[in-house]
């Protein structure tokens, strides 16, 4: 199962395999109270898309257009998230926008749902 979550929110041991998806790091956040798993910044937006969107949510259908055509080329990496999803019981998907609809994480989240027949858990903070 898969999750998306905030890395503002506390951790929790149910949490199962953090992954931060996002290419810089969270403001305010140590790596002690991050609970990294892993970093994978290089599946994030690029920093001329991410600055172009700006969290944006008129510029949301575009940029969700956009990313989608930049991970073309990170197959790699969407594999990878893939094949932890499929080694732990929980992969979480762990972002630090404050907007949790309007998000890479939700992009790679629903790529993801739609990749493989994976059961994928309700996001957190809906």
């Avoid at 898969?2 to 998806?21: A, N, T």
């Avoid at 969270?26 to 109270?33: F, L, M």
């Avoid at 080329?73 to 309007?102: F, I, M, W």
């Amino acid at each position: 199962m898969i999750q998306l979550k905030r890395i503002y929110e506390p951790y929790d041991k149910k949490d199962g395999y953090r992954v931060l998806v996002d290419r810089l790091w969270p403001r305010g956040i140590s790596k002690e109270k991050a609970h990294l798993d892993l970093w994978l910044k290089d599946i994030a937006p690029s920093n001329e898309l991410r600055e172009w969107f700006a969290h944006d949510p008129n510029k949301w259908q575009e940029f969700e257009k956009k990313y989608k055509e930049e991970l073309k080329s990170k197959k790699e990496l969407l594999n990878q998230l893939v094949s932890l999803e499929s080694c732990h019981k929980l992969l979480s998907l762990l972002y630090g926008a404050r907007d949790t609809k309007h998000n890479e994480a939700k992009v790679l989240f629903d790529i993801l749902e739609n990749k493989r027949d994976i059961k994928i858990a309700k996001e957190v903070n809906t």
